[in-house]
C-alpha cells in the first residue's frame, strides 16, 4: 500500500473509531445518563441477576428434541455471538461451548427468574457433581455471553467518576469563587483531559442513581416504571441501595461546599459505559480455592492528583475497595471448588449473602453480583456432615451436574475440544467410539421396583447397557422386543432416565434442591478429562496413519487395564459397571456393525430399503389372501392370486409358526394402527421393528458373501496387490470412493476400518 492509501486507511479507521465511541455514548454526564433512564428504564435499573438473565434472553432459546422429550437450550451457551462456524473463531466455539446439559440451563434460568422476583440475588448457586462435568464450563459460557452482551446497545452498563477540573494554573477546584461558578445544566463531564486535574473512579461500580437522595431516587424510578409501563418492582440495588463509603464521603462534603447544590455536585459526575471482561477482571471473575479474602480496603495513594483537591476533600482519609468481589461488581463472580477451601475462610458469604453486603474493615461492601459456585460430591458430603451446614441451607440453591449420559451429546466434546488439535487425519467414528465407552461406564441397571409401572420396570431392567444407552441418545427401541413391549417402552424413555435419579429417600430434586444423598446415575465413571487423555495419546502414535478406533481402543485397553481410577474398581452390576474388557469389546463390535454398513451401502450390491419393499409387498399379499381377493401384477397386466411362495419364504425367516394366525396378527396391528394413526401411512419399521430388523439380516445374509469379496478387494487395492482382477479392482475402487466421498473417509482410515473388519468377520 502506498503512503497516501496508508494515511487514507489510517483516516478511514479513525473516523469509523471515532463515530462507534460516540454511538456507544461512552461517556455523558448525569443528566445526559438520567435521559437515557427515562427512555429505557428496565434496561437503565437492572441489578446483575437481571442483567445476566436480560443476556440470556437477549441471545434467546431454540427447543431440541430428545428421546425423552422436549427440551429449551439457551444459544449463549453455543457461543454463536456472531462468529461464523469456520476457521479459528469456529474452533473456538465447538471447543468451548456447553454440550447437552440443557436441564441445568432450564434451572439456572429459573433461579435468575426468582431472584428477579426477590429484589435481588441472595442464594449462592452450587453447581456440583463429579470431577469433568463442565461445571466451570458453564461458568465460563454465562461470562463469554456477558462480555458480548456488554458490547450491545441493549447490554449497556454505565458507572460514574468524579471530576474535578483545573481552573487555572497552579490553582485547586476554589470552592464558592466566582471563577467556578456553573451555569444551570453546566457539567464537567466532558472537559478535556488537559482541563481535568482529578478523577476519582467507583471502584464498585456503582449505579449512577444511587447519587441521588433515596426518597427521589424513588420517586424518579416509580415515574419512569410507570410511563414505561413497567409492572415490576425494581431492583433492591437501585431502589434501596446506597453508595460505598469512599462516594458517600466525597458526595456529602461536597454537598456541604455547595451549600446544598444538588446541581453543582452532580456537574463533578461523569458518567461512563464500560465492559464485562474476563481477561481485566471487570464484572467476571473466578476465584480459586486459594485461602485468602476476596474482598478488602485500602487508602487512596495521596499523588499529586489527590493534593490538588479543595481542603474539605484532601483533608478526607478515603479508602477503596479492592479484590476479586470488587472486581465482580455488576456481573458474576464464580467460586470454583467452594469447598475445598476452610469453611472459615469464606463463612462471611453467610452474611454477604443474607444482606447484601460484605463487612471490611472501615465500612460494608454493597455486592452486585450473581455468586456461583463449584463442587465436586466428595466435598459436598461432607460439607453436609458439618455442624454449620443448616445454616448455609436457606442461602444455597443447589443444581446437579452429572456426567452425561446421550452418546451424541458426549461427542460433542471430543469433536470440538480434541479433534481440533490434532493436526492428523482422525477416521470417522473414532469419537463417537469414546463416547460411547464413556457413557457406558456412566450407566446404571434399571431397577424394576422403581418404576409406578411394572410392565415398564421389567422391559427396562432386562436392557443390556448398550441397549440403555441407544435409548436414551436416539430412542432406539430393541428389535428384540414383542411390539406391545417395544410400546410400553417407547413411551417410558422419559421415566427410565429419571430413573438414574431415584434413591432410597425418593426422587431427586434435580433443578432446585438437590438430593440428599450423592449416588445417582452419572455421578461415577470415565470423566471426559480421562478420554480426551486418551484421544491426545492416541494421536502420538505416528507409527499408525491417522487417529483410528484401533488405535484408541488399544490405549483404551491399556487404560482398564492400569486399574487407576475408582470406578474402574466397581463391582458389576450384571452386565452393567463391567468397564474393562467387556465394554472394550461391545465398543468395537458396535464400530465394526457401523463399518460393515458402511461397506454394504457403498458396495452397491444391497439396497439397504429393500427388505421395507419385500415386506410391504408381504403385507399386500397377505391382506389381499385372507380377503380371498386377486390383485393386479403390474408386470403381466393380469389379476392374480396371491403369491404363496412369497408369503411363505418371509415367514420362514421370521420364524412365523403357524403362518394363518400370523398373517391374522400382522393385520390386527395394521388395522390396530390405522385407527390410531388416521391419514397416516403405515410406518413398519416403528410397528413391527423386530421382524423389519429379521427381514434386514436376513437380506444381508444372503449377500453376506459378496460383500465380504468387496471389502477384502479394497483392503488388498490399498496394499498395492497386484493379483485382483480387473472386474474385482473396478468394484473396489468405485465402493471405495463411496466410503471417502459419502462417510469422510481418507484411503488410511478405509484401509485401517476395513482391515480390522474383514479380519474380525470375513477371514475363514
Known amino acids: 500500500m502506498s503512503e497516501g492509501g496508508l494515511k487514507t486507511a489510517l483516516e478511514t479507521i479513525r473516523e469509523e473509531v471515532k463515530t462507534r465511541f460516540e454511538a456507544q455514548k461512552r461517556v455523558l454526564s448525569f443528566g445526559e445518563y438520567l435521559e437515557l433512564v427515562q427512555g429505557s428504564p428496565r434496561t437503565h435499573t437492572r441489578d446483575a441477576g437481571r442483567y445476566l438473565k436480560d443476556c440470556l434472553d437477549f441471545f434467546g432459546s431454540y427447543e431440541v428434541e430428545r428421546p425423552a422429550g422436549t427440551l429449551k437450550r439457551w444459544k449463549l451457551f453455543d457461543l454463536e455471538f456472531g462468529l461464523h462456524d469456520s476457521g479459528h473463531q469456529g474452533e473456538l466455539r465447538l471447543r468451548d461451548r456447553l454440550a447437552g446439559h440443557e436441564v441445568v440451563q432450564e434451572a439456572f434460568y429459573r433461579i435468575l427468574d426468582g431472584f428477579e422476583r426477590e429484589g435481588r440475588a441472595n442464594r449462592l448457586v452450587l453447581l456440583h457433581g463429579p470431577n469433568g462435568s463442565a461445571k466451570s464450563t458453564f461458568a465460563a459460557c454465562l461470562m463469554r455471553g456477558l462480555e458480548a452482551y456488554s458490547d450491545t446497545d441493549d447490554g449497556a452498563l454505565y458507572r460514574f467518576s468524579w471530576i474535578f477540573p483545573r481552573v487555572r494554573e497552579g490553582a485547586g477546584i476554589g470552592f464558592g469563587t466566582s471563577a467556578d461558578e456553573l451555569g444551570q445544566g453546566d457539567t464537567f463531564a ?139 461488581s455488576g456481573g458474576i463472580v464464580e467460586f470454583s471448588d467452594l469447598l475445598k477451601r476452610p469453611l472459615d475462610a469464606w463463612k462471611y458469604l453467610l452474611l454477604a449473602i443474607e444482606n447484601g453486603e460484605v463487612s471490611l474493615q472501615m465500612s460494608n461492601l454493597p455486592i452486585n453480583a450473581v455468586m456461583i459456585a463449584s463442587s465436586n460430591e466428595l466435598h459436598l458430603s461432607a460439607f453436609r456432615q458439618h455442624p454449620e451446614f443448616n445454616s448455609f441451607r436457606g442461602r444455597i440453591v443447589r443444581i446437579r451436574m452429572p456426567y452425561l449420559l446421550d452418546v451424541h451429546r458426549e461427542r460433542e466434546i471430543y469433536d470440538g475440544q480434541i479433534v481440533p488439535q490434532i493436526p492428523r487425519h482422525v477416521a470417522p467414528h473414532t469419537t463417537y467410539v469414546a463416547a460411547l465407552w464413556s457413557v457406558l461406564t ?135 459397571r463391567d468397564h474393562s474388557a467387556a465394554f472394550v469389546d461391545v465398543v468395537k463390535e458396535r464400530w465394526l456393525d457401523i463399518v460393515e454398513s458402511e461397506l454394504r451401502a457403498a458396495s452397491g450390491l444391497i439396497d439397504e430399503h429393500s427388505h421395507l419393499g419385500l415386506f410391504d409387498r408381504y ?146
Request: net charge negative; hydrophobic share 40%; with cysteine.
Open 442 to 576: 456412566r450407566l446404571r441397571k434399571p431397577d424394576a421396583s422403581q418404576f409406578a409401572d411394572s410392565d415398564l420396570g421389567t422391559i427396562a431392567a432386562s436392557l443390556t447397557p448398550l441397549e440403555k444407552a441407544d435409548l436414551l441418545a436416539d430412542g432406539v427401541v430393541p428389535a428384540r422386543f414383542e411390539a406391545d413391549q417395544g410400546k410400553v417402552l417407547a413411551g417410558g424413555i422419559e421415566e427410565v432416565e429419571l430413573q438414574g435419579k431415584v434413591l432410597a429417600g425418593g426422587i431427586e430434586e434435580v433443578e432446585l434442591q438437590g438430593a440428599s444423598s450423592s449416588d445417582y446415575e452419572g455421578i461415577n465413571g470415565a470423566s471426559p478429562r480421562e478420554i480426551r487423555m486418551l484421544l491426545l495419546d492416541a494421536a502420538t502414535n505416528f507409527d499408525e496413519p491417522c487417529v483410528s478406533p484401533v488405535t484408541f481402543l488399544s490405549r483404551l485397553a491399556e487404560f482398564c487395564d492400569r486399574d487407576d481410577y475408582e470406578f474402574l474398581k466397581e463391582q458389576p452390576d450384571g452386565a452393567y
Open 190 to 328: 466532558h472537559l478535556p483531559e488537559d482541563r481535568i486535574i482529578a478523577k476519582l473512579q467507583s471502584s464498585v461500580r456503582e449505579h449512577p442513581l444511587l447519587l441521588l437522595p433515596r426518597d427521589v431516587r424513588q420517586r424518579l424510578i416509580a415515574n419512569v416504571y410507570e410511563e414505561g409501563g413497567l409492572s415490576e418492582a425494581a431492583p433492591d440495588w437501585v431502589w434501596t441501595g446506597q453508595l460505598a463509603r469512599k462516594n458517600q464521603q466525597i458526595f456529602q462534603t461536597l454537598l456541604t461546599a455547595y451549600r446544598g447544590d444538588l446541581d453543582r455536585v452532580l456537574a463533578h459526575i461523569q458518567v461512563e459505559r464500560y465492559y464485562i471482561s474476563r481477561r481485566y477482571r471487570v464484572g467476571a471473575v473466578t476465584i480459586g480455592p486459594q485461602m485468602s479474602v476476596d474482598a478488602s480496603e485500602r487508602q487512596i495513594t495521596a499523588d499529586r492528583s489527590i493534593e490538588s483537591l479543595p481542603a474539605s476533600l484532601s483533608a478526607l482519609t478515603l479508602f477503596e475497595p479492592y479484590g476479586e468481589l470488587v472486581d465482580a
Open 619 to 764: 403385507i399386500t399379499h397377505v391382506s389381499h389372501w385372507v380377503k380371498k381377493e386377486r390383485l393386479f401384477n403390474p408386470v403381466t397386466g393380469q389379476d392374480e392370486e396371491a403369491d404363496v411362495d412369497l408369503m411363505k419364504s418371509v415367514e420362514e425367516n421370521l420364524g412365523a409358526d403357524d403362518a394363518t394366525e400370523f398373517r391374522n396378527e400382522l393385520l390386527s396391528g395394521i388395522a390396530a394402527w390405522a385407527i390410531d394413526h388416521p391419514d397416516q401411512e403405515v410406518d413398519y419399521e416403528a410397528l413391527f421393528p423386530r421382524y423389519i430388523e429379521q427381514l434386514r439380516q436376513a437380506y444381508f445374509n444372503d449377500r453376506r458373501s459378496q460383500v465380504g469379496e468387496i471389502g477384502q478387494a479394497i483392503v488388498a487395492m490399498l496394499e498395492d496387490d497386484d493379483t485382483l482382477e480387473a472386474e474385482q479392482r473396478e468394484a473396489a475402487q468405485q465402493a471405495l470412493q463411496v466410503m471417502v466421498g459419502v462417510y469422510g473417509y481418507e484411503r488410511s482410515s478405509a484401509k485401517v476400518a476395513l482391515g480390522a473388519l474383514v479380519d474380525a468377520r470375513y477371514r475363514d
